[in-house]
């Protein structure tokens, strides 16, 4: 499919909305010990993403779109960590923002994981959890309390992440 002179003012367009969203609740950003939001969203897969459904597993929320880059390392990076723990244990959650749902499909098609993405285009799961900057990750342990967040990615962070995963998973918390 061609691209269209619009498609750059379109995406630059969301990215400045939802950039303003990001902002604007900067000042409520979860952090460690805050207690997580629940939510639950369709999945791109269908069916329904729910946080809930998880509570008892030390979980990883990962907030990404299509359009960023660390987003399109990290996803892969972590779901090779998701295959390190035992699925009792540990669950990899994610939550795309993108305005269509296309692009993130595309996305994933290119790069597939094994855990579950909510879609939420308009940006009310990211404003829950006060979403600073892309990507954003929370690990949040078995009773849903934020315990690490991880802003941004680069290449090697998972070993960081690792640790983190492993010492909540060997604290019972």
């Known amino acids: 499919m061609p691209r269209t002179t ?14 303003a969203v990001l902002l604007a609740h900067a000042g409520t950003a979860l952090e460690h010990g805050d207690a997580a939001p629940g939510f639950s969203a369709p999945g791109l897969d269908g069916g329904r993403v729910t946080l809930a459904d998880h509570r008892g ?3 990883y929320v990962d907030f990404w779109a299509s359009w ?5 390392q990290s996803l892969p990076a972590l779901d090779a960590l998701r295959r390190e723990f035992p699925a009792d244990e540990f ?6 923002v993108d305005s269509d749902a296309a692009k993130a499909k595309a996305f994933l098609a290119r790069r597939p994981v094994g855990f579950p993405s909510a879609l939420d285009p308009k940006g009310a799961i990211p404003e829950r959890f006060g979403l600073e900057t892309m990507p954003t990750s929370y690990l949040i342990d078995r009773r849903g309390v934020v315990r690490h967040v991880h802003r941004g990615f680069r290449p090697g962070d998972e070993a960081v992440l690792r640790e983190r995963i492993q010492a909540l998973i060997a604290s019972g918390r």
Do not use: D, H, S
């Not at 750059?8 to 939802?18: S, V």
């Open 91 to 96: 669950q990899v959650i994610a939550v795309n």
């Open 6 to 19: 619009r498609e750059p003012r379109l995406r630059a367009a969301f990215c400045t909305g939802l950039a």
């Open 68 to 72: 960023c880059g660390p987003c399109a």
């Open 57 to 59: 597993k030390v979980v």
